[in-house]
């Protein structure tokens, strides 16, 4: 499946979550990024108007965001 526009951000890791989210959002306006708690449990299904933020205790991204 291809997704329209950028699909990944790996210079946002150790960022702060609301920005990397607010970042995301603006460089590809056909995604709603949605911050994700560490140990949280998500569907596993593809969607390209998704990205998930996973954000660690401290709210510092500690993963690269991609759509999905």
Partial sequence: MSCRGKS??????????VSAAATIESEN?????????EGSLVTMDFRCDRVRVWINSAGRVYQTPRIG
Avoid at 29 to 37: F, I, S, T
């Fill in 8 to 17: 990944s951000w790996p210079e946002l890791v150790r960022s702060s979550g």
């Fill in 29 to 37: 306006p056909n995604v709603n990024a949605v911050l994700v708690p």
